[in-house]
């Protein structure tokens, strides 16, 4: 059982939760997830670690209400429990050192940039992030990544916020100098559609790009073969092998077609939830 210290509803779909897990905490790294269970019998989620304190012994995920799982799960309030959580789990993302680094994250993909923007900044990195959603209501944790970024943009879909278009579009133009500049490497986490479209603009560019896939995981421990995507034309386990992974070599079209697999089975479970 793993304690919820504290909750924070950031849109009405995305929940923000801090758990005391000390011995994940101890060991967790940028890029990382952890596979969570919320009662016996029902299915393993992998959730990416939004960030980690190793000093206070807790964990911060972001989570958005999608299924059943995550339903259930956000539900819960400081002082639940949930019944398993196991990680940290998958290869942590390494950039080169002294990199300026520019994370980018569409939806609730923003706040993994949390963690991985501090631990870079720590380490002597030039930072820029740039985040978005549809509109200003949906953006989440925009205050809490500024301290770490040299440089925080902000898109939303409708001009709510910031700058008018998608996070790809941002990113193009700072490829070609303007803001902070050109970036050495790229990290990308949020929607598929979004880590192709940036994938697409660094394509050309020849800035490297890591995209962090959220395939459909079962063991989350490399056993099972759900989590495989197609990378440079070889099945790699995102459990293992990634969650993140060189976005110009991913094969966008299988990860997606591979996720929709259980839409109809996932669609029945979220029903009986809600009954
Ligand atoms: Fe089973 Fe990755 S989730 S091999």
Redesign the pocket.
Known sequence: MTRILETRRLTPVTKYFRLDAPLIARSAMPGQFVMLRVREGGERI?ITIADYDRKAGTISLVIQQVGATTTLISALEAGDDILDVAGPLGSPIEVAAGAHVCGVGGGFGSAVLLGLMRELKAKGHRTTAIIGARNKDLLILADELKPNCDHLAICTDDGSSGFKGFVSQQLERFIEGEGPGRPDCVVAIGPMAMMRAVAETTRGPKVKTLVSMD??????????????VMVGGKAQ????EGPAFDGHEVDFDVAMRRNKAYVKEEKQSLERVNC
């Open positions: 992998p395939p459909l995981m079962v063991d989350g421990t490399g056993m099972c073969g759900g989590c495989r386990f995102a459990c293992v």
